[in-house]
C-alpha cells in the first residue's frame, strides 16, 4: 500500500493529519493528494479527475496518430499526382 492510499485511508476512517508521520510526506504533497481524491470523488470541480487526465492523454496521443496519417497521405496523395503528371490546378478559394 502506497503512502497516498495509507493517508485516504487514515482520513476515512476519522483520522487526523496529526497522526501522520511528517517524515512520510510534505505538507504540500499531503495537500495535493487530497485534492487530488475529492477531484476523482467529484467532490471538486477544481481540475481533470485522474479518468479525465487519462482520457485527455489518449485523445491527445489519437489526435497526433491522425494528423500524421493525414500528413503522409497529403505526400502520398502529391507524389502521385505528379507521377502521372495529373497534377490538379491551384484553386483560388484557399
Known sequence: MNSETELSNLLE???S???WPRSQSTEQTIRNWIRKADR???KSAEGLS???RE???KLRKKLRQV???RDI???ATAWFAR???DVPPESSDS
Open 83 to 85: 507521377e502521372t503528371e
Open 50 to 52: 485522474t479518468d479525465e
Open 73 to 75: 497521405l497529403a505526400k
Open 13 to 15: 476512517t476519522g483520522g
Open 40 to 42: 476523482d470523488d467529484g
Open 17 to 19: 493529519l496529526r497522526n
Open 55 to 57: 482520457e485527455l492523454r
Open 67 to 69: 494528423k500524421q496519417e
